[in-house]
């Protein structure tokens, strides 16, 4: 049931993973289906489609915008011998690995791409078996997997024990910053926070027009007013971000979990920012952080595009169709959150923005020193 349109919006996100993992896209495939093949996730007929494809024209990655279980991917394997088959976690891990800059959030990434290995190995080697048969290098047999599983299972468990000890002084450095009020930006990948995180706090976190610019939680001391508190720029999150991720960026996350306030930040350009906002509010009930004093930052107004088409084509999906005036008329007037509109990269609106900010700690400040002035 999902509309065409959604359908190239999340190829066009899941090409832009892509680029941003380094690839180059050659084609797009897409199947509808109201239930995937347990098998091959997709059905034959596109498996050959695609096979032919990537046969005649030297293709030599396929990737699917979707995680495939051990045995589909084992399956699709078998279907399409020369191409390495990549699926969405895979391919996010991918990236998050490329980004990471700490040994924190390397050992965060790594452990995440064993959990992700673990039950698929068996399945991987066989493809692999299959494809290089006899010709000298021969794929391990069972003893040799065993082996392999016992090495990563080790190495899960060290992993682990290596985060243990770094979240563990990680609540201790947040416990040590005392009670002054923190916040959190939030947001889906690219929508701008590292962009509003040093236009509000005069510091220099990397942005980028690409996915999971950040990957690290930065801290930053801002006053507003006279008023002092904590700011810290948090992980993008994203559509169906893997669960192995959720789990292994704990530490990450409990910035988010411990914060007294969410800027939500939205990027209010892009044609899917709805589906953005959803997917946010999942993962913060996820990490059950979904009841915070929010505050709702639409970013970048100044690239917001408002064509005006014939009456005609005025369906509810032409998102296009609706100036930003009118879009605040919508759901956005009824928010129960404080909503602003702004341009980080312009700093346009930052002194509304401010002063709701401002409001919104002092709140929280003064419900937490009430007998000062
Ligand atoms: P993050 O992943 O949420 O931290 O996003 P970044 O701060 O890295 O920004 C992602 C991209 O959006 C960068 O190329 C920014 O320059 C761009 N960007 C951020 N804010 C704005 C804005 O207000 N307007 C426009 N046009 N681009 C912006």
């Known amino acids: ?84 088959i990549l699926d969405r976690t895979n391919l996010i891990l991918d990236i998050f690995a490329q980004r990471a800059q700490t040994s924190y959030a390397r050992t965060q990434v790594e452990l995440a791409q064993y959990q992700y290995l673990l039950p698929r190995l068996s399945k991987m080697w066989s493809h692999l078996d299959k494809q290089k048969g006899g010709i000298g290098m021969r794929g391990p047999g069972e003893t040799e997997i065993e082996t392999d599983r016992r090495i990563i299972r080790d190495r899960i468990t060290l992993l682990k024990d290596k985060l243990k000890t770094i979240d563990k002084q990680m ?57 002092p508190f904590l700011l810290t720029d948090t992980v993008g999150f994203i559509r169906k971000l893997p669960t192995q991720l959720v789990e292994s960026f704990k530490s990450t996350l409990d910035e988010v979990r411990e914060a007294d306030l969410l800027i939500h930040v939205v990027d209010i350009s892009h044609e899917s920012f709805e589906d953005h906002i959803n997917s946010v509010n999942q993962t913060l009930m996820e990490i059950n952080a979904h009841q915070k004093p929010m505050i709702m930052v639409f970013n970048k107004i ?72």
């Not at 993992?21 to 050959?48: N, V, Y």
């Not at 312009?346 to 002092?362: A, G, S, T, W």
């Open 171 to 227: 609540a201790t450095q947040r416990q040590n910053r005392g009670k002054m009020v923190r916040v959190a930006l939030v947001g889906y990948t690219n929508v701008g926070k590292s962009t509003l995180m040093n236009a509000i706090s005069k510091s220099d976190v990397f942005a980028e027009d690409k996915l999971f610019a950040t990957l690290d939680t930065t801290v930053r001391k801002v006053v507003i007013g006279n008023l």
């Open 1 to 84: 049931n999902q509309s065409e349109e959604k359908l190239v919006e999340y190829m066009d996100e899941l090409e832009f993973l892509a680029l941003t993992a380094g690839a180059t896209i050659d084609k797009r495939f897409i199947q509808k289906l109201t239930q995937q093949d347990p098998k091959t996730f997709i059905g034959s007929g596109k498996a050959q489609e695609i096979r032919d494809y990537v046969k005649s024209n030297g293709i030599g990655t396929v990737i699917f915008d979707d995680e495939l279980s051990p045995s589909q991917l084992k399956n699709l394997g078998k279907e399409m011998e020369e191409v390495k």
């Open 302 to 373: 100044d690239a917001f595009a408002y064509e005006k088409k014939d009456e005609d084509d005025l369906t509810p999906e032409t998102r296009k169709n609706i100036s930003l005036d009118e879009w605040m008329k919508t759901w956005m007037s009824k928010s129960q959150y404080p909503t602003v509109f702004i341009s980080a990269l312009h700093k346009e609106n930052f002194p509304e923005m401010k002063k709701m900010i401002y409001d919104e700690v002092l709140k929280i400040h003064t419900a937490r020193f009430p007998y000062n002035d």
